[in-house]
Each structure stands twice: as structure tokens, then as C-alpha cells.
T-cell receptor, first 115, second 113 residues
């Protein structure tokens, strides 16, 4: 069974440029999460999707970050414009539906460097 | 708000030794789940072990076991017969269900040959 796929693995951009990250969850997993992991810290949730609906985006900086999950499968996270403080690893995870589906499966992440 | 605290930023042991990583958490909920994730330099988060709060028996997975103390809100990970491949960042995490995981700050574990 294929795991969570993310691309690109690395991205280097200059500040004020836009950037986008892509995630393909495990087949059949309807819940998708985007986390940001700053250097030396644990991941923090940015947004959670149940199918196409963003059910928790309270930690997403909406002035510059946006996300979408068209058709309830793949998801894209965008930053525009990027700032120096956005340098981090962006992790995507997925899980099955339901209260018992507590285990989240993570992708390899995208390391973003903003210069 | 739920919080997870890992008080050991770094640990280092010799190969084949046993090591215990500490984790405490704070929640007002009675039903929840606790996890230990391993993150090697490749950045892939790998689930090591999970514990359901309603289960009194401590979870074990081969060389990995936990000491879950619900009243004390403590959830430590013991790695027996440590191996070089165990070198990684270890994160303790908490969730109430199919919602967000709340992670601790991590413990960098180094296994020396």
C-alpha cells in the first residue's frame, strides 16, 4: 500500500515569492492534515480536512496561507507571499474517518527555505 | 488546552542499553490516545507505539514499551536493547480522537556504537 506522497521534498525561494506544496493521501483516507514543523520543535496543525471540507483551520494564517482539497483527495497548501519566518518543514498526514480512526500516517514532508 | 511536555531535549546511550524517554501531558478529557513517533533525519514521522487511555495495560511493541500513568498524566517510552537505527528525534503526541495531534517538543536520542 502506497503511503502519503508529498512534493516537492525541498523548496528554496526568496521572500515575497509564492510557493505551493502538494499532498496525495493514502487511498481511502478521507481525513487530511497539514502540519508545520519549525526547526527543533514538534509539528503543529495548520488545517484539517474531512473530505472536501476544512473542519479546523483555526491555526492557518489566512492572510498569506490558503489550502484546498478539490474532490476530497489531493490537497494543495499555498503561501503567498512567503516570509522569512515561513521556513519550516510542512508535513501532510491522513487518516480514516471516524472517532476510532486516531492513527495518522505522515508523508516525508517538504522542507521550505525562504531567503 | 491540551499540552504535551518532553523534559529531555537530548539523550545519549550506548548500543544495547535500555533508555527511557519522558512525557507528561495535560488534559481534562477522560478518553484520549497517546503516541510515540520517531522522526529520523529523513523527516518521515513513524509511529512507534500507541496507548488508549481507557486501557490499563501498558502497550508493548517488540523492544518498545510504555509506562502509562493516567492519574499522573505521564507517558514514558522505554527502548530495550537499543540499536543504532533507533537514533532519531522522538515525539510524544496526544489526541482526543480523529482530530489534531498535539506534539511535545521532542527528544533527540543518539545511540552510540
Amino acid at each position: 500500500e502506497a503511503g502519503v506522497v508529498q512534493s516537492p521534498r525541498y523548496k528554496i525561494i526568496e521572500k515575497k515569492q509564492p510557493v505551493a506544496f502538494w499532498c496525495n493521501p493514502i487511498s481511502g483516507h478521507n481525513t487530511l492534515y497539514w502540519y508545520r514543523q519549525n526547526l527543533g520543535q514538534g509539528p503543529e496543525l495548520l488545517i484539517r480536512y474531512e473530505n472536501e471540507e476544512a473542519v479546523d483551520d483555526s491555526q492557518l494564517p489566512k492572510d498569506r496561507f490558503s489550502a484546498e482539497r478539490l474532490k476530497g483527495v489531493d490537497s494543495t497548501l499555498k503561501i503567498q507571499p512567503a516570509e522569512l519566518g515561513d521556513s519550516a518543514v510542512y508535513l501532510c498526514a491522513s487518516s480514516l474517518d471516524g472517532a476510532l480512526a486516531v492513527e495518522q500516517f505522515f508523508g516525508p514532508g517538504t522542507r521550505l527555505t525562504v531567503l | 488546552a491540551q499540552t504535551v511536555t518532553q523534559s529531555q531535549p537530548e539523550m545519549s546511550v550506548q548500543e544495547a542499553e535500555t533508555v527511557t524517554l519522558s512525557c507528561t501531558y495535560d488534559t481534562s478529557e477522560n478518553n484520549y490516545y497517546l503516541f510515540w513517533y520517531k522522526q529520523p533525519p529523513s523527516r518521515q514521522m513513524i509511529l512507534v507505539i500507541r496507548q488508549e487511555a481507557y486501557k490499563q495495560q501498558n502497550a508493548t511493541e517488540n523492544r518498545f514499551s510504555v509506562n502509562f500513568q493516567k492519574a499522573a498524566k505521564s507517558f514514558s517510552l522505554k527502548i530495550s536493547d537499543s540499536q543504532l537505527g533507533d537514533t532519531a528525534m522522538y515525539f510524544c503526541a496526544f489526541t482526543e480522537g480523529a482530530q489534531k495531534l498535539v506534539f511535545g517538543q521532542g527528544t533527540r536520542l543518539t545511540i552510540n556504537p
